[in-house]
């Protein structure tokens, strides 16, 4: 069977380039004998495996040499309780804006820790904006201030960061937005993403975070997600997830040699997301609910305005070789998902299937 054009949320299609490199080496990497899967970690042709996963992601990011990168695991979702585990404890106060299920998530756990705090939300417009974080309702001693950037659900993002007061480190949920285009790493304080989405298969989470938050875990920390622990230890103080690490280097490698860097890629997925909301902005029978200043160029969200006719198209397009357009279970409607792996020539298909569909659905 030939590839199809998938619109997984994630775990996500990866480049083409990058799964054929990988069945090349998958029964003997690079003369060891072995596949990655197969190797100890702590033998040192993992370590150098590793080590140059790291120094890749951080020419490709400009990652400032302050900044330390962890390779973990557990999820984003596990970052939801090792962030306030880790970082709110000088106060023992944060504050989270709410845009969506994964922020909800993030703050959900956060008040199992401490005095977290909903400082502004989209609820009232079922998450279709992104509010305004005015200097007025930050917490003046908050220990971090804590976003989603791109909500995978609802399809919006952050246009730009918020103004942060008093130094506040801003935390950020990256894990559908990472790598899609060039991040000034240094207005955060940490940054974390799940691999599944832009960087690779699941199992692994990139956590990026200032040196000076480092070494503030409460006592209770498990030392897997304590940054000081794991930072201390390359983010080896057990098994890392070596394979899903492995293709996460691949991954970068494709964007730096391939693609030529993070600026290019933000060219292609702009050209992407307008090829398709442009397209949807034209159509009489497609609509996108989002405020137009605020739409990811990760996460496209669309309705016909009817459930059979959705359900119809999501069934029909996958017949068409397009598949997984289904929209989350809250919000229904479609999704497609153009994270970074999806070629321009896959959302000009589906936005070909798309005229079709709406001329026999008139
Ligand atoms: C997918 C996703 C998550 C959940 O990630 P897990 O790795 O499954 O825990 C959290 N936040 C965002 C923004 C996501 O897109």
Redesign the pocket.
Known sequence: MNRVYNFS??PACLPLKVLEKAAGEMTNYNNSGMSVMEMSHRSKIYEEIIAETQSCLREVMGIPDNYKVLFLQ?????QFAAVPMNLMNNSGKADYVITGQ?SK?AFDEAVKYGGAKIIASSKDENFTYIPEITPDIITPDADYLHI?E???IFGTRFNKLPEVINNIPLVA?V??CILSQPMDVSKYGLMYA?A??NMGP?GL?VVIVRDDLIGKARESTPKVIDYKIQSENDSMINTPPCYSVYIAQLVFKWLRDDIGGLENMRKINIEKANILYDFIDNSELFKNPVKKEFRSIMNVTFVTGDKDTDAKFIKEAAGAGLVTLGGHRLVGGMRASIYNAMPTDGVKALVEFMKKFESENK
């Open positions: 949320p994630g557990g999820g984003a979702s596990l994964f998530a989603c791109n909500n995978t949920d894990s559908s799940g599944q989405k699941s989470t």
